[in-house]
């Protein structure tokens, strides 16, 4: 695992149930579609938060859906009633909502699903949504959604900006399970970011995560912290995700 740092100052398991999503918005690229990437965004927020920021990258080739989460009770919030990709009690449960993971797992590959066979596919996020694109980047590496059920994509790049891992527990044992899965996790380009000063998803999180996963085998993985950061995003950090994603997808 590549580290790298800035200067800058700057739930609990469910019963299973059928599951609705909001709406998904779309940025179409503005020049050759080489690129597709579902980005998740935050709890509390929708698909369309995140729209005028990724209007703005220097990434023309790239088509970005951004879908929106349920609406459904969270633990952690003392069952408030919020947009949620999946049901926690706490960031560091280590067993988490597996339910509510597949489901957005399932959705977010669903949407890849009919983009063109010779277009890249990517997920990423923002904080719960970091947490499905890392879900997501453990189903691509075994081959299977924590149900079982097969994963259907080919991710070439995943992305996650102050997020963790969650359900991490046997993580190293499901992807050392077979040799196809150690290639895959070791294969896969993936970027974890991390304000040093975040006070919602704790830096201590986040470091764990990327060293959880890379110990599990995802050795293609580059971890940059930003000193100053709390739980949002910069310019510095995004400059960086457009950076890494033209060099990962040539986008």
């Given at each position: 695992?590549?580290?790298?740092?800035?200067?800058?100052?700057?739930?609990?398991?469910?019963?299973?149930?059928?599951?609705?999503?909001g709406?998904t918005?779309?940025?179409?690229?503005?020049?050759?579609?080489?690129?597709?990437?579902?980005?998740?965004?935050?709890?509390g927020?929708?698909?369309?938060?995140?729209?005028?920021?990724?209007?703005?990258?220097?990434l023309?080739?790239?088509?970005?859906?951004?879908?929106?989460?349920p609406?459904?009770?969270?633990?952690?919030?003392?069952?408030?009633?919020?947009?949620?990709?999946f049901?926690?009690?706490?960031?560091?449960?280590?067993?988490?909502?597996?339910?509510?993971?597949?489901?957005?797992?399932?959705?977010v590959?669903?949407?890849?699903?009919?983009e063109?066979d010779d277009?890249?596919?990517?997920?990423?996020?923002?904080?719960?949504?970091?947490s499905?694109?890392?879900?997501?980047?453990?189903?691509?590496?075994?081959?299977?959604?924590?149900?079982?059920?097969?994963?259907?994509?080919?991710?070439?790049?995943?992305?996650?900006?102050?997020?963790?891992?969650?359900?991490?527990?046997?993580?190293?044992?499901?992807?050392g399970?077979?040799?196809?899965?150690?290639?895959?996790?070791?294969?896969?380009?993936?970027?974890?970011?991390?304000?040093?000063?975040?006070?919602?998803?704790?830096?201590?999180?986040?470091?764990?995560?990327?060293?959880?996963?890379?110990?599990?085998?995802?050795q293609?993985?580059?971890?940059?912290?930003?000193?100053?950061?709390?739980?949002?995003?910069?310019?510095?950090?995004?400059?960086?995700v457009?950076?890494?994603?033209n060099?990962?997808?040539?986008?």
């Amino acid at each position: 695992m590549s580290y790298s740092s800035s200067n800058r100052d700057s739930g609990s398991r469910n019963v299973r149930r059928n599951v609705e999503f909001g709406r998904t918005f779309v940025v179409m690229p503005k020049g050759i579609h080489t690129a597709t990437i579902v980005w998740l965004h935050g709890i509390g927020e929708k698909g369309s938060s995140w729209t005028q920021i990724l209007e703005t990258l220097p990434l023309p080739n790239i088509k970005w859906i951004c879908p929106s989460a349920p609406t459904r009770q969270v633990t952690a919030f003392g069952g408030y009633p919020c947009s949620a990709w999946f049901n926690m009690a706490s960031m560091e449960d280590d067993y988490g909502d597996l339910d509510g993971l597949d489901a957005s797992a399932t959705h977010v590959a669903n949407l890849l699903t009919s983009e063109p066979d010779d277009v890249k596919l990517g997920v990423a996020g923002f904080s719960m949504g970091a947490s499905v694109a890392l879900y997501s980047a453990t189903c691509r590496a075994t081959g299977q959604y924590g149900n079982g059920n097969r994963y259907p994509i080919n991710l070439s790049a995943v992305v996650a900006l102050s997020g963790w891992l969650p359900c991490s527990r046997s993580l190293r044992n499901r992807v050392g399970a077979s040799q196809e899965a150690a290639r895959r996790a070791a294969s896969l380009p993936i970027l974890v970011c991390h304000g040093r000063v975040d006070d919602v998803v704790e830096y201590k999180i986040g470091e764990k995560s990327a060293q959880t996963m890379y110990s599990a085998g995802f050795q293609n993985l580059t971890f940059r912290t930003y000193n100053g950061l709390g739980h949002y995003t910069i310019i510095e950090e995004i400059n960086d995700v457009s950076s890494w994603l033209n060099a990962c997808l040539g986008a």
